[in-house]
């Protein structure tokens, strides 16, 4: 990659983590990143002491530690990006790019929830069926925001591709686990965009790597 940079990643595939691995891919920035077990491998003495919730993602710069995603999105954009992927405040695009870039969350917090019903509860007598249908509900509406807003354009924004494309890219790479995004024409060609990008596939899990929190091709309920 072209710049030295001391990043540390903790991570685990296909996590909220992936988010900033995709953008620090997007950056060109060398990363050292250290992959979890999604679970009690995060619960651990050591790791806590980085993320007090024993949660992804969490980054290191030198001394500084930062886990929130939209955190880390702001912050690489401003540290380490050369106007590529940032709206600085000035820029004209500034307001929406922010709010895309914390909109990515409003998507990806019913994935977690439908993770969660679906993967994370082992007991199926302990899983909710109402709670997985009304998440796969609140997720289509989010999605349908987008659905409108991508009409006439490719990108979130205008003058194309940023880091706000990255947030929600991620969460439609999730949301598309527990939704068949082919139901959104507009967002499903903008996910196949995404989707194409270098950057983006290098921050896939390699095939075969262990660890997966997503095993299936989708989770989607079925009638």
Known sequence: MENSV?????????????????????LGLDVEVVVFAFGRE?????????HPLGRVPCLMDDELTLFESGAIAEYLCETYDKGK??????????????????YAETLTVHSANLTQQAIAISDPELRSITVR???TKRLEKAIEVLEKHLVNRDYLLDSGFSAADVGV????????????????????????????????KRSLPAAGAANKIYTKDNYWLTA
């Open 169 to 200: 890219g991620y969460s439609l790479h999730v949301g598309r686990l527990f939704t068949d995004l082919s139901a959104f024409p507009k967002v499903y060609a903008y996910y196949q965009r995404l989707a194409s990008r270098e950057a983006f």
């Open 42 to 50: 995060l619960r651990s003495d050591d790791y806590l002491a980085h």
């Open 133 to 135: 249908k009304l998440e």
């Open 6 to 26: 001391a990043l540390t990643l903790f991570h685990c595939h296909e996590a909220r983590s992936m988010r900033s691995l995709w953008l620090i891919n997007e």
């Open 85 to 102: 992927l940032w709206r600085e405040p000035g820029n004209p695009e500034r307001p929406q790019w922010l709010q895309w870039v914390h």
